[in-house]
């Protein structure tokens, strides 16, 4: 097989019949999704656990295409695929820190459906519907519920919101998935948002090139690339996924200029091995597709038998980095639970640091000093001028913030309050001053105001690096 090519997809037995026009119909997939016990068992031999939880009450939805369904080996109970979207009794036990919104969104919503996390970028929740469900659902709060689906109201609203808040300059559209929408629903989403001035990239995050393939049409293509800058992420999690039609849909949309990534879940029992995660990167590559981010489980209801370590995450980063292109090493991130936002985490490569020396080690374990420069001084950091911080809303510098002599720390709340120890003023408390640092950073302004014995003493020392006579 030669590098750009892929098996086709198999087709369960039972829809040997099909002809192809019906089976190459997105609609006729979308209409012929799998949820029942009785339409399960025509693909596979259902387990016990599974016929349990496809009979239970408040299961969180499930739904196949015929398309995807097909891609389980019938005779492997712990296919890794099945694994994906057929629910086991499992799913129902629930576990230790185990949330409804795990990353908080909810709480960072301005209107319905708007999730404004970061300073520059929103989510843009647009339905709650996808092509197919994964079991271990980040918004299955939400999703999979046409209840919970966001009404023309809302979407004003967004709108309204996107249009009044000019440091968004990226907005990703998600759910649900975006591309179950009707195609002329999303194109007027797409139309709208790119009236608004400020937003320079729009984003898609979408399963359907995975369960549908058939519906990334050269039309729907056509219509994306009038809208460019627009870059969208898919989400295969195993090689098992990747075939002939995934590769031709991937091939159709970055031919309309359309840049891929791919976020994948790392999943216990699916994916959670590093010669798993290398074949699936490698396949990512070949299809043009950059592995962008691995994230960790999250801690959702029904995820919980999902989890894996976050060990094994760095170790899965630590196969890959150096031993593969860097093209095909993702991101390995943490969303941190409590609306933290995502967290990026990695095996560590610095051994030590001393002034004037890192020692670091290399993927092959060869360790290593890399000597710094002595004349480089604190002149080096960006003026404080910098873009970053003129946005409307402080608070989100972060450690950023202290680099650049905005803050001297950041506090955990009511840290003021602990410290106080209690108590009425007293004569060595009395003194409010003595806790305020003389300025922050560099401030050549205030040192003016040194006598003249300091500060001659202070600018010409080496560690600032000003000649000295
Ligand atoms: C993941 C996410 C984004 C996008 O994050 P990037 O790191 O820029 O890909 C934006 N908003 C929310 C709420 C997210 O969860």
Redesign the pocket.
């Known amino acids: 097989m030669k590098a750009n090519e892929f098996r086709p997809a198999p087709r369960a037995k039972c829809y040997a019949d099909v002809p192809d026009e019906k089976w190459y119909d997105w609609r006729w997939q979308m209409s012929n999704r799998l949820n029942t016990v009785a339409e399960l068992a025509n693909v596979l031999d259902l387990s016990e656990s599974e016929r349990k939880a496809l009979e239970a009450r408040n299961l969180f939805r499930v739904d196949i295409t015929p398309y995807f369904a097909s891609l389980i080996d019938p005779n492997d109970p712990h296919d890794p695929i099945r694994r994906q979207v057929i629910p086991t009794d499992r799913e129902l036990v629930p576990f230790t820190s185990m949330m409804e919104d795990s990353?908080a969104?909810d709480r960072?919503s301005p209107v319905p459906g708007l999730?404004h996390?970061?300073p520059d970028?929103?989510?843009m929740l647009v339905t709650t519907q996808c092509a197919s469900y994964c079991r271990y659902c980040t918004r299955s709060r939400i999703v999979g519920d046409p209840s919970q689906t966001f009404s023309r109201k809302e979407f004003e609203a967004q709108i309204e919101y996107l249009q009044r808040t000019p440091q968004v300059r990226d907005v990703?559209l998600s759910g649900g998935d975006p591309l179950v929408l009707a195609p002329k629903l999303l194109e007027e989403i797409i139309r709208r948002l790119r009236e608004i001035e400020h937003i320079e990239i729009i984003r898609i995050g979408s399963r359907v090139p995975v369960f549908l393939p058939m519906r990334i049409t050269a039309e729907l293509c056509e219509m994306l690339q009038q809208y460019h800058p627009i870059w969208m992420n898919i989400h295969v999690n195993h090689p098992n996924e990747i075939t002939q039609e995934l590769a031709e849909a991937c091939d159709r949309l970055t031919r309309a200029g359309i840049p891929l990534g791919n976020q994948s879940v790392l999943l216990a029992g699916v994916n959670d091995s590093v010669h798993i995660q290398r074949k699936l990167v490698h396949d990512l590559v070949r299809m043009r597709v950059r592995p962008y981010y691995l994230y960790q489980c999250d801690l959702v209801e029904g995820a919980g038998h999902f989890r894996t370590t976050v060990a094994k995450g760095i170790e899965i980063i630590e196969g890959l980095r150096g031993h593969t292109s860097g093209y095909a090493v993702p991101q390995y991130i943490v969303?941190a639970p409590g609306g933290g936002g995502?967290i990026p985490v990695m095996p560590n490569y610095v051994i030590s640091q001393a002034p004037g020396k890192v020692v670091l080690r290399n993927y092959e374990g060869f360790i290593t000093t890399y000597t710094e420069p002595e004349d480089y001084n604190l002149h080096a950091i960006a003026p404080l001028e910098d873009r970053v911080f003129k946005r409307p809303e402080p608070g989100q510098e972060g450690v950023l913030g202290l680099l650049h002599g905005h803050d001297m720390f950041i506090k955990p709340t009511h840290f003021d309050e602990v410290h106080a120890r209690g108590g009425g003023v007293h004569r060595l408390k009395a003194d409010e001053k003595k806790w305020h640092p003389l300025g922050i950073g560099h401030v050549p302004n205030l040192l003016e105001g040194w006598t003249a014995a300091v500060k001659p003493q202070l600018e010409g020392s080496p560690a600032n690096g000003e000649s000295q006579e």
Request: charged share 40%; hydrophobic share 40%; net charge positive.
């Open positions: 990353l969104e960072h999730v996390r970061y970028r929103v989510l990703l969303d995502k």
